[in-house]
């Protein structure tokens, strides 16, 4: 009995440090693998603040590159702002130098321009195209610079000659514009070209009728009537009122778009606003 006890005790003992052993290695593993694990988190943690270092420079050199795409793009619309205000101040000055030498104020160009804006507004017009009419209508008679002054300040009615080579300037007006691709020469082109067409087709130089005409030159005729029906010319005298509506009316549908007509009366006050607030000072 004695003997087999002691072979069981032994035998305890061998499965307990086997046993130890086993627990031995499977600690040592799981150690070995929270090192690795270390080392791991410890090399990620340093590539993702390496990352963002990098991310951080690219960040700011993006940053220093937009703002000076920017700093160049207000330099580029400063430049197009003046270039476009200084092709506006250029195409009003031509239109009153056109004027001038009709012996005619500078401020008839500028009641036309207001009347053309606000019955391009009233008509429809989005306000940037009106704005644009308004600029370029003073060009409307630009032709004029190339009639001789002979029949340019003939006092009294031209004869059949000289009515022709007066309207020449309407066609010498368009040939000085048409070869611009900018907006607002080619609208002003139009507008020297067409404003004296008719709705009724007997105007000049083409001979267009109703919506053939383009709205620019339809506007711009209105307008220019109206403010030179109701000024001292070389060859007449200013008409009054009642004498400028009561034409407006027969010439509605005839001479004039008829809707126009309508926002002219519709609106008469604010026309009337303009004349005054631009009279002629001699």
Not at 43 to 65: F, N, W
Not at 228 to 252: M, Q, T
Request: proline share 2%.
């Amino acid at each position: 009995m004695s003997e087999t006890n002691e072979t069981e005790r032994r035998e305890v003992k061998r499965r307990k440090s086997d046993h130890n052993i086993h627990d031995n290695k499977l600690i040592a593993e799981i150690e070995e693998l929270k090192r690795e694990f270390e080392l791991t988190t410890d090399k990620l943690i340093k590539d993702v603040r390496r990352q963002d270092k990098i991310m951080a420079r690219s960040d700011k050199r993006q940053q220093q590159e937009y703002d000076q795409l920017q700093i160049k793009l207000d330099e580029v619309e400063a430049l197009s702002k003046e270039i476009e205000e200084t092709q506006r101040e250029v195409v009003f000055t031509m239109g009153a130098i056109g004027e001038s030498r009709s012996k005619e104020t500078g401020n008839h160009v500028k009641r036309v321009a207001e009347y053309s804006k606000l019955l391009a507004i009233y008509y429809g017009l989005p306000e940037k195209e009106a704005e644009m009419l308004k600029q370029a209508s003073p060009m409307h008679d630009i032709g004029k610079v190339a009639i001789p002054d002979a029949i340019l300040n003939k006092p009294g009615r031209f004869n059949e000659e000289e009515r022709k080579i007066m309207d020449t300037h309407s066609e010498l007006g368009h040939g000085m514009l048409k070869h611009s691709n900018r907006p607002l020469l080619k609208c002003a082109a139009t507008v020297a070209y067409e404003h004296h067409e008719k709705w009724n087709g007997k105007g000049y130089p083409q001979g267009l009728s109703g919506e053939d005409i383009h709205i620019y030159g339809r506007i711009t005729a209105l307008a220019d009537v109206f403010d030179a029906l109701g000024s001292d010319r070389c060859y007449k005298e200013a008409w009054n009122d009642d004498r400028i509506f009561n034409l407006f009316k027969e010439e509605r549908g005839e001479h004039f778009d008829p809707k126009l007509i309508d926002i002219f009366f519709e609106h008469l006050d604010e026309f009337l606003e303009i004349r005054n607030s631009l009279k002629d000072k001699f």
